[in-house]
């Protein structure tokens, strides 16, 4: 089984650009990740591309085809969609076919469009990550299924809208060095705590905003990036994936996310490490609560420890163990299908050193992305390792 | 839209006759299933809902979708009801009266924005 290396990475500036069409977006990032691995554009052989809800902005099915055109790129395509975790499975059948020895060079990516579309629009598409029957109808949108977790976890383990609001306060200050966020705003833990309730106890700033955006990665085979001497530093050690029932209702326990437990405990396996060699982590904040449990799933920290940690600086820029130094979903902004590998972007950037916040990790040799679909149903975890 | 399994199940509670799935090894479940989502046993029996169940968790939603337009703000719950959680709207208790362990029954109402049928959480009679 060969290695796969991260040889080019890719993203648009994240934010609210309403008129730019999907593939513009796509295009953008993969034309930028294409730049950046410096391979020749005959050497491609697969697209694995990630969107979330592209029928209900943009009433475009079948996207496959058009991202590979935008791309510029001559070559299959196909379209993953798994919720918020759509990129992140993509990325994961990318390191996929990459060691299966069924090619040597494919990209893959996500884009979303959301802004073109009212707020309360969005929050109907963004509902259909949920169970139908069971959940939209009685009135579960996004952030009201984070928030039943927020409240449960309060109760099962302790922990307060203040902590939470530490989150936001450590992510919005990751993006202020991230050219490519959403937000370079500074936030306080009393903006956070006064800004208006979207679901209790979830309030505005618990939220990640309404983003569009794309991102994309171009993985190679270890013997094509040797033959081709490309300067590849970051290699994919270790993908993991993992589900869960797809109703809250039907889980155990309302404040924990096994899915993402299976995904990285797999992720880990695969690796060879543990949690202990983990020295950077980007994780699927979409509310800050998301934040809590992944650090807890990720087995970064005991159930009931996670809640504390931004509060505590210890998952700060200058912590121990920085959790979202990208400004995380919550900062530096959230287009659905294109996050599980913004996330890739963004730690193959930190590991290399070319980020705006690599100085907070100038040793860190081993990263994980983790990546949630709906309340966690689905959870994708990738480990990142590079050469020092 | 007729959704079967599902639509004779939400009847069924507005009758007061609600009912759950269970398999062999008492996993509760609701339809429509052909499987046990938990042991993946294919032998279901219909077995009537609990009287009352628990609140687990709650939120007042604000921001609703379009789906709950003219209802925001509302209370979602996930209440236990014996070997099922059910998800449903609070209706008929104040705001400041839906706690962790409030005792409700579940029955049918309507959805103003829709008209369509969804599952309601009110205060369990005494
Ligand atoms: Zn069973």
């Known amino acids: ?20 069409t999907g593939r513009d977006l796509f295009a953008e990032a993969a034309l930028a990740a294409r730049e950046d691995a410096g391979v020749s554009r005959d050497d491609y052989e697969e ?29 299959p395509a196909t379209r993953y969609e798994q ?19 069924a090619a040597d060079v494919v990209l893959a990516g996500g884009m979303e469009r959301m802004n073109n579309l009212g707020t309360a629009e969005v929050t109907q598409s963004l509902a259909i990550a949920a169970d139908e029957l069971f959940e939209v109808r009685a009135g579960v949108t996004f952030p009201g299924a984070y928030a039943l977790m927020a ?72 013997d094509y990036a040797e033959r081709h001497g490309l300067d590849a530093p970051v290699t994919v050690t270790g993908s993991g994936q993992g589900g869960d029932k797809a109703a809250l209702q039907d889980r155990p326990h309302l404040a924990r996310t096994p899915a993402a437990t299976k995904a990285a405990d797999a992720a880990y396996a695969d690796a060879g490490i543990a949690p202990d ?84 990790v100038p040793d860190a040799r081993v990263g994980v992305t983790h990546n949630a679909g709906g309340t966690v149903a689905s959870a994708v975890v990738h480990v990142l390792e590079v050469d020092r | ?35 046990c989502p938990h042991c993946g046993a294919a032998e279901l029996t219909a077995k009537p809902l609990p009287e009352t169940g628990e609140i687990l968790t ?11 337009a003219d209802e925001a703000p509302y209370m979602t719950a996930i209440a236990s009801f014996g070997p099922v959680k059910l998800t449903g709207v609070v209706r008929d208790l ?28 009110r205060p369990a009679s005494e």
């Open chain 1, 1 to 20: 089984m060969t290695d796969v290396r991260i040889a080019g990475v890719g993203l648009t500036k994240f934010g609210s650009h309403p008129e730019r």
């Open chain 1, 47 to 75: 697209i694995f591309y990630g969107n979330f809800m592209g029928e209900l902005a943009e009433k475009q099915g079948h996207q496959g085809p058009v991202m590979a055109e935008a791309a510029g790129l001559d070559c």
């Open chain 1, 83 to 101: 919720a918020c975790a759509s990129a992140g499975v993509a990325f994961r059948q990318a390191v996929a076919t990459i060691r299966s020895g």
């Open chain 1, 151 to 222: 409240r449960a976890y309060f109760d099962a383990f302790g922990g307060d809208s203040e902590d939470l609001a530490h989150i936001a306060v450590k992510n919005h200050a990751n993006a202020m060095q991230n050219d490519y966020a959403q937000f370079h705003r500074e936030i306080t833990v009393e903006d956070a705590l006064e800004s208006p309730v979207v679901a209790d106890p979830l309030t505005l700033y618990d939220a990640c905003p309404i983003t569009d955006g794309a991102s994309a990665v171009v993985l190679v085979s270890d």
């Open chain 1, 277 to 360: 060699d983990v020295d950077v982590a980007e994780v699927h904040d979409c509310f800050t609560i998301a934040e809590v449990l992944a650090l807890e799933s990720l087995g970064l920290y005991d159930h009931g420890e996670g809640v504390g940690a931004a509060a505590r600086g210890e998952t700060t820029r200058d912590g121990d163990l920085p959790v979202n130094l990208s400004g995380g979903l919550k900062a530096k902004g959230h287009p659905v299908g294109a996050t599980g590998t913004a996330q890739i972007v963004e730690m193959t950037k930190l590991l290399r050193g070319d980020h705006g916040n690599s100085d907070a």
């Open chain 2, 1 to 35: 839209m007729t959704d079967t399994g599902y639509d004779e199940w939400l009847a069924a509670i507005a009758d007061g006759e609600g009912y759950y799935l269970a398999c062999p090894d008492g996993h509760g479940s609701l339809p429509p299933r052909r499987s």
């Open chain 2, 58 to 68: 709650f939120t007042e939603v604000h921001v609703p979708a379009p789906n709950f």
């Open chain 2, 94 to 121: 104040p705001a400041d009266e839906v706690d962790l362990g409030t005792t409700v029954s579940v029955g049918v109402g309507e959805n103003a924005t829709t008209d369509e049928q969804l599952l309601v959480f």
